[in-house]
């Protein structure tokens, strides 16, 4: 089972460089997709079943901001939206998808912004996260939490660390948080795999040639709960692949 995670910054934006080729060309089994920035009722049937697909969306009250949505071609055993926080769920920022063996949780974690403006409700987001999926593994769930972290947790996981410490996404703040989610039980299994590899990222910067020489960060993660750690067959990303300032992340169980 091939489980793909892809923030595609604007769905429709995506969907016109190329999107719907990658995917018939792919066939992940489940396809998570963070900041949408749609409506359901904004899209065309291409984009709300395509292939072989059923859809799930959980769009921000705010048309053309955040959302995530999920394709599945394996029908989940249920469905939600949200966590049961207002200010969260306002901004469509995280879905759950019940499996016979495990429970996906799509999430678009905020960025905190310029200066911090936004860290505060960041790290609100985060605290109410890490709650939420230990309380569905104290349940008996296994976890998978994929999605835009907008946290790249230690120096080897963006290209400038020194001049970006006081930049979001690589704030203390956010960096202790993940520190603190990961001793609560949950595996980054790709640095795990991986600990000393240098030069693997999920998002680089629009400005000119930034991705070609490869000046990027990872902020996109398949965690999944320390349970489930032997499941994982296989964990990557894809950085050739183009459409969004992210690429695509893969996790086979």
Same mark, same amino acid.
């Given at each position: 089972m091939k489980l793909v995670s892809w923030n595609v910054n604007g769905i429709r934006a995506a969907s016109k460089k190329g999107m719907l080729d990658w995917l018939e060309q792919e066939r992940p089994d489940v396809f998570c997709l963070q900041e949408t920035k749609a409506q359901p009722e904004q899209l065309t049937s291409e984009l709300l079943e395509p292939l072989?697909?059923?859809?799930?969306?959980?769009?921000?009250?705010?048309?053309g901001y955040s959302g995530v949505a999920t394709y599945s071609r394996i029908a989940p055993k249920s469905v939600s939206q949200g966590i049961g926080d207002q200010d969260?769920?306002?901004?469509?920022?995280?879905?759950?998808l019940v499996f016979e063996d495990f429970t996906l949780v799509n999430a678009y974690f905020p960025n905190s912004q310029r200066e911090g403006a936004r860290l505060g409700y960041k790290l609100h987001f985060c605290e109410a996260i890490l709650t939420y999926c230990r309380e569905l593994v104290q349940a008996g769930s296994h976890i998978v939490l994929c999605g835009d972290y907008n946290i790249a947790h230690e120096e080897i996981d963006l290209k400038?660390?020194?001049?970006?410490?006081?930049?979001?996404? +690589?704030?203390?703040e956010e960096?202790?948080?993940?520190t603190r +989610?990961?001793?609560?039980?949950?595996?980054?299994?790709?640095?795990?795999?991986?600990?000393?590899?240098?030069?693997?990222?999920?998002?680089?910067?629009?400005?000119?040639?930034?991705?070609?020489?490869?000046v990027g960060w990872r902020i996109d993660y398949h965690c999944v709960d320390e349970g489930f750690r032997k499941?994982?067959?296989?964990?990557?990303?894809?950085?050739?692949?183009?459409?969004?300032?992210?690429?695509?992340?893969?996790?086979?169980i």
């Amino acid at each position: 089972m091939k489980l793909v995670s892809w923030n595609v910054n604007g769905i429709r934006a995506a969907s016109k460089k190329g999107m719907l080729d990658w995917l018939e060309q792919e066939r992940p089994d489940v396809f998570c997709l963070q900041e949408t920035k749609a409506q359901p009722e904004q899209l065309t049937s291409e984009l709300l079943e395509p292939l072989d697909y059923q859809s799930y969306w959980h769009s921000a009250e705010k048309k053309g901001y955040s959302g995530v949505a999920t394709y599945s071609r394996i029908a989940p055993k249920s469905v939600s939206q949200g966590i049961g926080d207002q200010d969260i769920d306002r901004e469509g920022r995280v879905q759950t998808l019940v499996f016979e063996d495990f429970t996906l949780v799509n999430a678009y974690f905020p960025n905190s912004q310029r200066e911090g403006a936004r860290l505060g409700y960041k790290l609100h987001f985060c605290e109410a996260i890490l709650t939420y999926c230990r309380e569905l593994v104290q349940a008996g769930s296994h976890i998978v939490l994929c999605g835009d972290y907008n946290i790249a947790h230690e120096e080897i996981d963006l290209k400038n660390p020194k001049t970006n410490k006081k930049n979001a996404g +690589f704030l203390p703040e956010e960096r202790a948080w993940m520190t603190r +989610f990961l001793e609560a039980g949950f595996s980054d299994v790709f640095r795990e795999r991986h600990p000393e590899e240098e030069g693997h990222y999920t998002w680089w910067s629009y400005r000119p040639g930034v991705r070609e020489r490869n000046v990027g960060w990872r902020i996109d993660y398949h965690c999944v709960d320390e349970g489930f750690r032997k499941k994982i067959k296989n964990i990557g990303h894809w950085p050739a692949v183009y459409g969004s300032d992210h690429c695509p992340i893969y996790l086979e169980i």
